[in-house]
């Protein structure tokens, strides 16, 4: 049943934090390559605040992608500063050429998963996921996409009066694998991709749907959940007005890489407005950035002059060139990314401690996601006869 006893530990890192001693607490890590290491900047100053790692005080973790990876390893006992190191060694293995011509989109995939795969075998052996949670007292979530069935799958484990979970005897590793394999980057797992691949890559509202009605029915109960949810960085592509039907480069390189990025991220967004509108009714936390000068500029400022990717000195003095096209495998970027999620950590240090959503704005929606709006002028061309025909319609 529902019912949580809360050691004098764990009581006091709820204390920290502003929780709740009632609620369940789900972790959840959004999909987003090397920019995972930006969320595990904000995960270590949490197990600071706490005085805990995550795994000593936390229900659920949820994951998609490089989010599934690290929710694997904080349910396999690890705490934050620990996968940070972990990490740090994927990223310089994970992204080996499969050969030198190897290309995204002219011959893929462009990475070899060898080295990944003996990473996470001697890291994590052959374990199951049963068998992380129930030596950790923790449940675990995470997607991968089945092209062959034509749906997501959710490998999970609950620890309910009993083990649930369809794929609980999964090996962790195979389940770490799936979740990562990203079309065009890396092969699939036989008939595995990527979870994010669709609209998973945010995998908050399938995971309290998971945990409310289905393997965590009865433990998990509304209200009572806090739902901590990490982005990873949203991604800035905006196209100038008139230029839309003639984008810089090919056109299906453009296109295609636009819209796997951007569907990912709107359905991210749906999920946060859902949460935000009290429709569920829970403790919802979402901590989230754009990668724009608008965002950064709202950061504390950081010497970035060891990063050669750039001829910015400061952190507030990144152009949004720089700040553009950060892809799953820019590995050069890697060092920006632990940089930024530093500093937004400090941001929210400042502001809210990890207590309370990040959303104080006259719209409440994201603190550190730049929106550009300019209505009035979309409604004056909208309503207009002559703006319409004057239209590129080829």
């Keep these: 049943m529902y019912q949580k006893t809360l050691s004098p530990e764990q009581l006091s890192a709820y204390e920290k934090l502003g929780i709740n001693p009632k609620n369940r607490i789900i972790v959840s890590l959004d999909g987003g390559g090397i920019r995972g290491i930006l969320t595990l900047q904000m995960l270590k100053k949490i197990e600071e605040i706490a005085g805990l790692p995550l795994n000593k005080f936390c229900d659920l973790f949820a994951g998609t992608s490089t989010g599934g990876i690290i929710a694997g390893l904080l349910a396999s006992g690890y705490n934050a500063a620990q996968i940070e190191e972990l990490y740090i060694d994927f990223v310089s293995k994970v992204f ?33 996921l049963k068998d992380v949670c129930t030596q950790n007292n923790v449940d675990l979530f995470i997607t991968a996409k089945d092209i062959t069935d034509n749906e997501e799958t959710y490998f999970t484990c609950f620890l309910n009066g009993q ?17 990562m394999s990203a079309p065009t980057y890396f092969s699939p797992l036989e008939r595995f991709i990527d979870g994010g691949t669709t609209t998973y890559n945010n995998p908050s509202l399938a995971a309290v749907l998971e945990a409310v009605q289905y393997d965590g029915k009865n433990k998990y109960l509304l209200p009572n959940i806090t739902l901590f949810s990490f982005g990873t960085g949203k991604l800035v592509k905006s196209v100038q007005p008139g230029q839309a039907a003639n984008p810089q480069g090919i056109d299906t390189y453009f296109w295609l890489n636009y819209v796997m990025d951007e ?12 949460f935000r509108s009290q429709i569920l009714n829970l403790d919802y936390r979402r901590f989230q950035i754009s990668f724009d000068r608008g965002s ?7 010497d970035i002059s060891t990063l050669h990717f750039t001829n910015a000195n400061w952190l507030r003095d990144l152009t949004d060139e720089d700040l553009q ?23 929210i240090m400042k502001n809210n401690q990890f207590k309370r959503d990040l959303n104080d704005t006259p719209t409440k929606r994201d603190e550190l996601v730049t929106v550009y709006e300019n209505i009035s002028r979309i409604k004056s061309m909208v ?6 025909n004057q239209q590129q319609s080829s």
């Design 263 to 274: 569907s990912s991220q709107d359905a991210s967004s749906m999920q946060t407005d859902l």
């Design 296 to 302: 950064i500029q709202k950061l504390p400022d950081k």
């Design 96 to 128: 080996l050429k499969r050969e030198l011509l190897a290309n995204r989109f002219l011959n893929p995939p462009a990475y070899d998963k060898k080295n990944y795969r003996e990473v996470l075998k001697n890291v994590l052996g052959n374990k199951t």
């Design 383 to 388: 309503t207009s006869e002559q703006w319409i």
């Design 325 to 347: 096209d950060v892809e799953m495998d820019d590995v050069g970027k890697f060092d920006l990314m632990k940089v930024i999620g530093e500093a937004m950590t400090d941001y």
């Design 163 to 179: 083990t649930i979970g369809t794929y609980q005897d999964a090996l962790l590793r195979t389940v770490l694998e799936a979740t």
